[in-house]
């Protein structure tokens, strides 16, 4: 397979470490999630945002380290240093109503004391939610679909868009036919 560089992005709730663990694991392929560059170590998670620079140095770094992987997440307004890396993006649409309901569910079995009234957890956990909610019509100044669609026109490799709520073996099944066609 010539497409060992593989960048999987899309708004948060779309399926794209799920989708990004499997394939790799299926490909025998590293993967690099970039939610671990873009936050600090912290407990609770996703409290710190580590520094642009840093986070760029360290995906860098693995990037070059491993010869086939497999990056999942957004790397918008941070990451263009990367954008000739990548043999193959895959980007993922999914409904807005499925991804928020994705969401919910993930932060349950993550942290339910999001879900206790009064938590400190509860409050990120409700600013993250109206933070997701903005992405299907939001601009440049939030993570959204205008944002990723005016991403993918910096890029040179091909792209597989995928915009309907799939079955992970059925992204598999897709993205394998897809490379195989170029």
């Not at 690099?32 to 840093?54: F, G, S």
Request: proline share 4%.
């Amino acid at each position: 397979m010539k497409q060992k560089r593989i960048h999987i992005t899309g708004a948060s709730g779309s399926g794209t470490t799920t989708l990004g663990k499997a394939l790799a694991t299926n490909l025998g392929y590293s993967q690099l999630d970039t939610d671990k560059y873009y936050w600090l170590p912290t407990e609770p998670p996703y409290q710190e945002i580590r520094a642009v620079e840093a986070r760029q140095s360290l995906l860098q770094k693995d990037m070059l380290k491993y010869d086939s992987w497999i990056s999942t997440g957004s790397i918008c307004r941070w990451g263009d240093f990367a954008l000739g890396y990548f043999d193959l993006v895959i980007f993922l649409y999914i409904p807005h109503n499925v991804r928020i309901k994705r969401l919910f569910e993930r932060e349950k079995t993550r942290c339910p004391e999001s879900f206790t009234e009064d938590s400190i957890r509860a409050k990120q956990f409700k600013e993250f939610i109206d933070w997701a909610k903005l992405y299907d019509d939001g601009g440049e100044e939030v993570r959204s679909l205008y944002m990723h669609n005016q991403w993918l026109k910096k890029l040179s490799c091909p792209i597989l868009r995928i915009e309907e709520e799939l079955p992970v073996e059925e992204l598999i099944a897709r993205v394998e036919t897809f490379i195989e066609t170029l």
